[in-house]
């Protein structure tokens, strides 16, 4: 019986201090509108890329990689294009088709937050765990600021990519033109 009681306390502890940092994450991204920050940008461990972002809630993104081919990732919330020096065409595809619909919907995260697993093998990181259409995603939140970090996703190719976020700022003045994807088609 001691036993029982025991793993009982111990549960209820573990579950109750998981639902305390998931809503010390919620409160915090309840209060952000938009994001500017650098990333490192991991694809299936063979391909790194780095550059910068701004994100403007909802689900609108626009990044510059730091490479020789120009690469800029825009979304305006609808669509998701993808253009660089490389391509003679540029990418679009339906943003709610790609896994970054939901990293760049912070009310879809704050809902999965309560259900989301805590996966304990970061000690760093609140990482939480969710899947949604077949989509398995991670999303790092720092254990201290509670600011994003990062996200595991797999893209359309089912390629694994891990983004970092770091130079973080929060609720910065964002002018609306940027996402506008006319300025990236060829």
Not at 35 to 56: H, V, W
Not at 100 to 112: A, E, G, R
Not at 141 to 170: A, P, V
């Amino acid at each position: 019986m001691k036993k029982y009681l025991i793993f009982c306390l111990i549960f209820f502890f573990n579950l109750n201090a998981h639902s305390s940092s998931n809503q010390k994450i919620i409160n915090h991204l309840e209060n952000i509108n938009s994001l500017k920050f650098k990333f490192t940008q991991r694809i299936d461990n063979n391909n790194i890329e780095k550059g910068e972002c701004i994100i403007l809630y909802p689900k609108r993104i626009f990044c510059e990689y730091h490479d020789i081919y120009n690469k800029i990732l825009v979304s305006n919330g609808k669509s998701l294009v993808i253009n660089s020096d490389k391509i003679k065409n540029y990418y679009r595809y339906p943003l709610d088709k790609t896994p970054l619909n939901f990293i760049l919907d912070k009310n879809f995260l704050i809902s999965k937050m309560n259900e989301a697993e805590n996966d304990t093998n970061y000690p760093f990181y609140y990482v939480l765990n969710f899947e949604y259409e077949n989509n398995l995603i991670k999303v790092f939140f720092d254990k201290e600021s509670l600011n994003l970090m990062g996200w595991e996703t797999k893209d359309i190719y089912q390629n694994l990519i891990q983004t970092f976020l770091s130079d973080i700022k929060i609720n910065i003045d964002v002018q609306e033109k940027i996402f506008s994807i006319q300025k990236y088609i060829n």
